[in-house]
C-alpha cells in the first residue's frame, strides 16, 4: 500500500468528530502515516501545513468547493504519487480494503477509478500522471473561481469548467 496515498477532505468543525475514527482504522489496516494526508478547510490555523499525530494536514479557507483545493495544493506543493485515493472524511474499512484497493489498480488500464456512482462523495483512485498533465489547467481555474464571491455564480462556473476542461467536484472528471 505504500505506493497508494489517502487524500481526505474535512471541514474544521467536522474535522476532530471524523478524522481520528478514520486514521484510527486506516492505521489499523497497515496504512502509514506517511501516506495519509488531511485537507482541512475553513481552518482557523495560521500555518498552511501541519503534521498532528504524525500524519500531515494542509490547512486552506480559499474556497467553498474545497475538493477543488485539492489537486491545487497537490500541485503546488509537489505532491506527486503514483496513486490518490480520495476519500470522504466518514468513511470506514474493513480488513479487505488494502487487498481490493490493490486488485483494482493492479487490474485497471485507466488512470481514474470510480468507486461510487454518487458523485459528492468524494470517493476515487486517480493516478498522479493526471494532476501532472493537467496542473495548468487546474491552477488557472482554481485562481479564477476564488476570485467569485457569490456562491450561486461560483456553482454556475464550476458546471461550466467541468464541461471545457474535464475537470469536476474533485477536480477532475470520474465520467
Not at 497497515?30 to 481552518?43: A, K, L, M, P, W
Not at 490555523?45 to 503534521?51: C, K, L, M, P, V
Not at 480559499?62 to 489537486?71: A, R, V
Not at 497537490?74 to 466518514?90: K, Q, R, V
Amino acid at each position: 500500500m505504500n505506493d497508494i496515498f489517502f487524500a481526505i477532505p474535512t471541514v474544521s468543525h467536522y474535522y476532530k468528530e471524523t478524522i481520528p475514527k478514520l486514521l484510527q482504522n486506516l492505521k489499523q489496516l497497515g496504512v502509514s502515516d506517511y501516506n495519509i494526508i488531511i485537507f482541512v478547510n475553513e481552518s482557523e490555523s495560521s500555518q498552511r501545513f501541519t503534521i498532528e499525530n504524525g500524519v500531515r494536514h494542509y490547512h486552506s479557507n480559499e474556497l467553498s468547493y474545497f475538493e477543488w483545493i485539492i489537486p491545487k495544493i497537490i500541485i503546488e506543493e509537489n505532491l506527486f504519487h503514483d496513486w490518490w485515493f480520495l476519500l470522504h472524511d466518514t468513511v470506514s474499512f474493513n480488513e479487505t480494503m488494502p487487498n481490493q484497493l490493490k486488485e483494482k489498480i493492479l487490474k485497471t488500464t485507466k488512470r481514474i477509478i470510480k468507486l461510487t456512482p454518487i458523485h459528492s462523495n468524494n470517493t476515487g483512485i486517480i493516478h498522479g500522471d493526471i494532476f501532472r498533465e493537467y496542473s495548468q489547467e487546474l491552477i488557472l481555474v482554481i485562481s479564477e473561481l476564488s476570485k467569485i464571491t457569490n456562491i450561486n455564480q461560483r456553482k454556475s462556473e464550476i458546471i461550466k469548467r467541468e464541461k471545457e476542461v474535464r475537470i469536476s467536484f474533485l477536480g477532475i472528471s470520474f465520467g
